[in-house]
């Protein structure tokens, strides 16, 4: 079974920084793209980040603006989110997925996310 | 930046009745739609892909329909445990990947 275990999330002051971490399970974890979806309370889902299966190529979202790094260490099976230069707009719950392969750009398994506060 | 506008914002039906969703993209992504359930303290969950095929596990009363802009989720006879929010998510030209803003499927 495919379990996704994030953590990390917490409360913060703004500006300040946090590292997220997603540990896989039950996959093959080196082998998928995997990505972070955000959603701030009562909102809807916004796309943050997305990482190739080797660590290589990755994509953000432009709202970013670069403060945010995604990341993976495959010996781990671990996935990571940076954030830095953190924001009230920011606080969210953090999400990871793993993308379907047969269907590149949807994600077939959820974890249960980590709540991210971003308050002085 | 493909913007994806669903409808309504709110549904509200009875179990058994038929519930169609709508998602309409601001320029063509073909068939590379998806649509996601999202239950209250829950993570989404992928229901269709590629706008019509159904991921691992979903019931068939579960369908996805559509190409280009207009795409319809519908579900047949509706359970109680179907009321839940729905996304509709496009990954035919990205990055960005986005997101519809959610129709609330509620209990009239």
């Given at each position: 079974e495919v379990q996704l275990l994030e953590s990390g999330g917490g409360l913060v002051q703004p500006g300040g920084s946090l590292r997220l971490s997603c540990v896989a399970s039950?996959?093959?974890?080196?082998?998928y793209r995997m990505t972070w979806v955000r959603q701030a309370p009562g909102k809807g889902l916004e796309w943050v980040s997305l990482i190739g299966s080797g660590g290589t190529a990755t994509y953000s979202a432009d709202s970013l603006k670069g403060r945010f790094t995604i990341s993976r260490d495959n010996s781990k099976n671990t996935l990571y989110l940076q954030m830095n230069?953190?924001?009230?707009?920011?606080t969210a719950i953090y999400y990871c997925a793993k993308e379907l392969v047969s269907a590149p750009?949807?994600?077939d398994y959820w974890g249960q996310g980590t709540l991210v506060t971003v308050s002085s | 930046e493909i913007v994806l506008t669903q409808s309504p914002g709110t549904l509200s039906l009875s179990p058994g009745e038929r519930a169609t969703l709508s998602c309409r993209a601001?320029?063509?992504?073909?068939?590379y739609l998806a649509w996601y359930q999202q239950k209250p303290g829950q993570a989404p969950r992928l229901?269709?892909?590629?706008?019509?095929n159904r991921a691992?596990?979903?019931?068939?009363r579960f369908s996805g329909s559509g190409s280009g802009t207009d795409f319809t989720l519908t579900i047949s006879s509706l359970e109680p445990e179907d009321f839940a929010v729905y996304y509709c998510q496009q990954?035919?030209?990205?990055?960005?990947i986005t997101f519809g803003q959610g129709t609330r499927l509620e209990i009239k």
């Open positions: 039950g996959v093959n974890f080196a082998t230069s953190l924001r009230g707009e920011d750009g949807t994600f | 601001s320029q063509s992504v073909s068939s229901l269709i892909y590629d706008a019509s691992t596990g979903i019931p068939a990954h035919s030209d990205w990055p960005p």
